[in-house]
């Protein structure tokens, strides 16, 4: 059993509108996710899954209710912490790669250390050893546009653990590819979490969830189920 706790949201709210006309999207959600867990929070449109991924990933904060990060509430940190907190503790897949054109994919698998200021040999190396990692060793020169999708995701899904962080948060990340190259993609992100990286999928898609361990549902704002043992003792 997973005991360290890598996030925990207590009671959070996510009003957006104004005071005369108020537009809850989150209503007192309560989750916690242990070091080594492997997730997904599935819900149809509009249940508030992109509302609950910004505020997991540090991309907006709740209005009410409180945001732990590896015991810290990142929910009141100032701007500057935590875009800090966004570089260090949080890898992110997207749907679309969000890859950088007129870079490789080695380069782009590098662009997170730069902030670190890490030095040039080891930024090559360590991007060398992910890109190797999800299977890209003899792709890694190539750009974008030489990519496949398949591809492409590898090579975000690498830059997304080039800081090692202790989140990897994944936003439909087999949404823009197929059946055969989403089912590679989810493969990839089990051997993760079997070497133990704790991994949050996002997905309105049930088929995909499935695949997940533990599985969260969202509608209309709330956890709807969790079927997670750990669930009771949060």
Do not use: W
């Amino acid at each position: 059993m997973c005991q360290t706790e890598t996030l925990r949201l207590d009671a959070v709210e996510k009003i957006y509108g104004t005071a005369e006309n108020p537009l809850p999207v989150l209503k007192g959600v309560n989750l916690v996710v242990r070091e080594g867990e492997f997730l997904a929070i599935v819900g149809p449109s509009g249940a508030g899954k992109s509302t609950l991924l910004h505020i997991l990933g540090c991309l907006d904060r709740p209005t009410r209710g409180a945001y732990y990060m590896m015991g810290e509430n990142v929910a009141t940190l100032d701007d500057d912490r935590l875009s800090r907190v966004r570089r260090t503790r949080i890898g992110f897949v997207f749907q679309s790669f969000h890859l950088i054109s007129h870079l490789s994919a080695l380069e782009n698998v590098e662009m997170p250390l730069y902030y670190e200021r890490r030095p040039r040999i080891e930024r090559r190396e360590r991007c060398r050893e992910l890109l190797t990692r999800v299977g890209l060793g003899a792709r890694m020169d190539h750009y974008p546009n030489q990519l496949s999708g398949g591809e492409s995701q590898r090579t975000a899904i690498a830059r997304a653990l080039a800081n090692d962080p202790a989140l990897l948060l994944a936003d439909e990340p087999t949404g823009n590819l197929d059946s055969a190259t989403s089912r590679e993609i989810m493969a990839l992100l089990h051997e993760l979490h079997d070497a133990g990286r704790t991994i949050v999928l996002i997905t309105h898609d049930p088929g995909v969830a499935a695949a997940a361990p533990r599985i969260v549902t969202i509608r209309d704002g709330h956890i709807e189920s969790d079927n997670s043992s750990l669930a009771g003792a949060a």
